[in-house]
């Protein structure tokens, strides 16, 4: 049973701070660090930031933390590890509030997964093990990587107004060889882009990937398409676009999306407005011209209407994904089912802020017969436990950028220990287990 519950301050990839939380119990200590968005939607549960400007420009953590070690130590005290749903409850009826804003969802996330881990570890079973537990699942899989390797959105300085652009090596035959597709094709982006906009346009972004100033999705993606087929992966590899649309939605007006909204330096002109209409033309040109396998958050992130009429025109061939539309929350996912919104879903654990409403929320998903996304953060750490949970819940499919820097490739890499894991196991008990591949979409 946990004895204490611990945090501290620790910094991110971005270098902003985040929270580290260390379950004590009479095994030992288990921990968990916690990520944190730059694109965040409005719905997802409240990250709580001091404030305090005389400190990291008010985005320090220190009363999270706080929260941490003595408002949520002392409930917890006692009780066992290994009864998540319990612990999760306890803490969301001490916040008492909608969105997790008392007690911050950066806090009680951190505490949720080193529970998690902690329960995990005193079973004797590996964290995927006891997560496909938690989640009824039978099904534990390798899931699809999707690889984010042109930045732009928020997350880059370059014009680019989609946030990220993905490889998708569906056709590999297991996670390992779709880790060296992925890797490889990103080593030969690198040499194309520094062929045709030069060394300084190899820079990263804060996902790993490129951040070349192109201006245009299409130049984006024919750079994805030259080095896939320079690659030899033609066919094996698809492209994925997330545009987080929300960035360059303006609400009051439901129907305008700026594609310059990045560029500071002239008046936006006329070509750079869309009104939902275009912009749905756009999508589906790129679908005709481009291997796709998804579109994420292809409209704002309260534009139903729009993620409707993408999802009635091209839902059937290929997946719809929200995001910032959802955020993995189960009332925005059950409300999204109902409307055919959407028909997959992205899922991140500190968008909601516990394990045991994620896992509802991916069973939402599942029962719908929609994909689901297993994703990080831009703002990430080393904790890999998001590889962890993608086997558990055997989604199918999950997002961690580039196949390059380490707070990325923690997540890979931990994948490929636990797929040479369940090969020892089928190798010794016959215990099957699958890469997703080409069923990781439904359609
Ligand atoms: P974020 O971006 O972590 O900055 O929110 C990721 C995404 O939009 O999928
Ligand atoms: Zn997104």
Not at 7 to 19: H, Q, V, Y
Not at 319 to 346: F, H, M, W, Y
């Amino acid at each position: 049973s946990i004895q204490s519950v611990k945090a501290r301050e620790i910094l991110d990839s971005r270098g902003n701070p985040t929270i580290e939380v260390e379950v004590w119990t009479n095994e030992g200590m288990f921990s968990a660090k916690v990520p944190s968005g730059a694109s965040t939607g409005i719905h997802e549960a409240y990250e709580l930031r001091d404030g305090d400007k005389s400190r990291y420009f008010g985005f320090g953590v220190l009363k999270a933390v706080c929260n941490v070690n003595n408002l949520i130590s002392p409930i917890l005290k006692g009780m066992r590890v290994d009864n998540q749903k319990a612990i999760d409850d306890k803490m969301i009826e001490l916040d008492g509030t909608k969105n997790k804003s008392k007690l911050g969802a950066n806090a009680i996330v951190g505490v949720s997964m080193a529970v998690a881990r902690a329960a995990a570890s005193i079973k004797g079973i590996p964290l995927y093990r006891y997560i496909s537990e938690l989640a009824g699942n039978s099904n534990i899989r390798l899931p699809v990587p999707c690889f984010n390797v042109i930045n732009g959105g928020k997350h880059a300085g370059n014009r680019l107004p989609f946030q990220e652009f993905m490889l998708v090596p569906h056709g590999a035959p297991n996670f390992k060889e779709a880790l060296r597709y992925g890797s490889e094709v990103y080593h030969s982006l690198k040499e194309i882009i520094k062929e045709r906009y030069g060394i300084d346009a190899t820079n990263v972004g804060d996902e790993g990937g490129f951040a070349p100033s192109l201006s245009s999705p299409d130049e984006a993606l024919t750079l994805l398409v030259d080095a896939i087929n320079h690659s030899g992966y033609e066919g094996v590899i698809k492209i994925a676009v997330d545009s987080a649309a929300s960035e360059f939605w303006n609400p009051k007006d439901s129907q305008s999306y700026d594609l310059d909204f990045k560029n500071t330096s002239s008046s936006h002109s006329i070509n750079s407005l869309n009104n939902g209409e275009q912009l749905l033309s756009k999508y589906v040109e790129i679908l005709k011209k481009y291997p796709i396998a998804f579109f994420e958050d292809p409209f704002g992130e309260d534009d139903w209407e729009n993620h409707s009429k993408i999802t009635a025109e091209i839902g059937m061939k290929i997946q719809i994904i929200g995001d910032d539309l959802l955020c993995t929350n189960p009332e925005r996912i059950k409300k999204a089912i109902a409307e055919k919104t959407v028909n997959s879903l992205l899922l991140k654990i500190n968008q909601i802020g516990t394990l045991t409403e994620t896992i509802e929320a991916a069973k939402l998903a599942k029962d719908a017969g929609w994909g689901c996304l297993v994703s990080h953060r831009s703002g990430e750490t080393d904790d890999h436990f998001i590889a962890d949970l993608v086997v558990g819940l055997g989604t199918g499919e999950i997002k961690s950028g580039a196949p390059c820097r380490f707070e990325r490739l923690a997540k890979y890499n931990r994948l490929m220990k636990i797929e040479e894991e369940l090969e020892k196991a089928h190798r010794a008990n016959g215990n099957l287990f699958e890469f997703a591949g080409d069923d990781f979409y439904h359609f």
